[in-house]
């Protein structure tokens, strides 16, 4: 039998596309995007109350995909193809072009390894292409760890840090390695388990090796074991749940991010905190953020 609780909104601001959000604790402040609206957004989380007031956002020409912060302050943002480093002054520099020019994919979510290097994919807004990325930007540039993918999207690994999950949203799969954080070295991709009800979407790890995995067109978050077993389900009052994070000075407050891409007026009457941040108490805590380690 599993458990069930609810998840509440949080703040007022509505979004086309949340996605992707990071706590960062050095600065109390949770960052996440919204990818349709081009832009990152900062803002501050009341523990006891769940609230999350906007402080602050960085705008962009594209689509912002994902977004990752340095120990120092640094963002590295996911633009529509390429890989953008914000300095504290607001000085913007291209690191790394991930997708050629004109291709019709964009880059998706991304995430921290544990040793700062920063990981983010990619995808076919027509859903079609089966060739689409999953790369890794380190001191030695960019490694390609998939390029057969439909839709990649979200990211985790295990408190150890030794093994990394992948999700491919379209098939519904899980995909498990192992990883050496030292290294990044990397064993055979296997398929861990697959969701077939709903899309998987954004995910992450919580401190018992947990998987918290965002369900898009479902309107919840699951919690399941790394083989698939589902432990426990936060409902969410909007169908587009895209990704969730742990978030709060003990890390117990779960962040969700949702959207109103792609939902009918119909479906934003009945559901019209679509687009909002919820979160939601649980009973376990989250791992600790990695911060990204700035490429020299």
Same mark, same amino acid.
């Given at each position: 039998?599993?458990?069930?609780?609810?998840?509440?909104?949080?703040?007022a601001?509505?979004f086309? +596309?949340?996605?992707?959000?990071?706590?960062?604790?050095? =600065?109390?402040?949770?960052?996440?995007?919204?990818?349709?609206?081009?832009?990152?957004h900062?803002?501050?989380?009341? %523990?006891?109350?769940?609230?999350?007031?906007?402080t602050?956002?960085?705008?962009?020409?594209?689509?912002?995909?994902?977004?990752?912060?340095?120990a120092?302050?640094?963002?590295?943002?996911?633009?529509?193809?390429?890989?953008?480093?914000?300095?504290?002054?607001?000085?913007?520099?291209? +690191?790394?072009?991930?997708?050629?020019?004109?291709?019709?994919?964009?880059?998706?979510?991304?995430a921290?390894?544990?040793?700062?290097?920063?990981?983010?994919?990619?995808?076919? %807004?027509?859903?079609?292409?089966?060739?689409?990325?999953?790369?890794?930007?380190?001191?030695?540039?960019?490694?390609?760890?998939?390029?057969?993918?439909?839709?990649?999207?979200?990211?985790?690994?295990?408190?150890?840090?030794?093994?990394?999950?992948?999700?491919?949203?379209?098939?519904?799969?899980?995909?498990?390695?192992?990883?050496?954080?030292?290294?990044?070295?990397?064993?055979?991709?296997?398929?861990?388990f697959?969701?077939?009800?709903?899309? %998987?979407?954004?995910?992450?790890?919580?401190?018992?090796?947990?998987?918290?995995?965002?369900?898009?067109?479902?309107?919840?978050?699951? =919690? =399941?074991?790394p083989?698939?077993?589902?432990?426990?389900?936060?409902?969410?009052?909007?169908?587009?749940?895209?990704?969730?994070?742990?978030?709060?000075?003990?890390?117990?407050?779960?962040?969700?991010?949702?959207?109103?891409?792609?939902?009918?007026?119909?479906?934003?009457?009945?559901?019209?905190?679509?687009?909002?941040?919820?979160?939601?108490?649980?009973?376990?805590?989250?791992?600790?953020?990695?911060?990204?380690?700035?490429?020299?």
């Open positions: 039998m599993t458990l069930t609780c609810t998840a509440r909104p949080a703040g601001g509505v086309a +596309l949340g996605e992707g959000p990071v706590w960062d604790p050095i =600065r109390d402040r949770l960052l996440w995007v919204d990818i349709d609206g081009h832009t990152v900062r803002g501050r989380l009341d %523990p006891g109350s769940g609230r999350i007031t906007a602050g956002s960085w705008s962009f020409t594209a689509e912002t995909g994902a977004v990752a912060v340095a120092t302050g640094e963002l590295i943002v996911a633009e529509r193809a390429t890989l953008t480093r914000v300095d504290l002054d607001g000085t913007r520099t291209e +690191l790394a072009r991930v997708l050629p020019e004109g291709s019709r994919s964009r880059l998706n979510d991304g921290v390894d544990p040793a700062g290097r920063f990981l983010v994919g990619s995808l076919d %807004p027509r859903e079609e292409s089966g060739a689409e990325v999953l790369v890794r930007l380190g001191d030695d540039g960019l490694t390609t760890l998939d390029a057969d993918l439909t839709l990649s999207n979200g990211l985790a690994w295990s408190p150890a840090g030794d093994r990394l999950y992948s999700i491919d949203t379209v098939p519904g799969t899980v995909w498990v390695r192992d990883y050496d954080p030292a290294t990044g070295g990397t064993g055979p991709r296997q398929e861990a697959t969701v077939t009800d709903g899309h %998987p979407d954004g995910m992450c790890a919580d401190a018992d090796g947990n998987l918290w995995i965002a369900i898009w067109g479902r309107g919840r978050v699951e =919690r =399941r074991t083989e698939g077993r589902l432990l426990a389900t936060v409902a969410v009052d909007a169908p587009h749940t895209s990704s969730v994070a742990f978030a709060g000075p003990a890390l117990d407050t779960l962040v969700i991010t949702t959207a109103t891409t792609g939902l009918t007026s119909d479906d934003l009457a009945r559901h019209p905190d679509s687009g909002r941040l919820f979160t939601a108490r649980t009973d376990t805590v989250g791992l600790p953020p990695a911060y990204w380690n700035p490429v020299p």
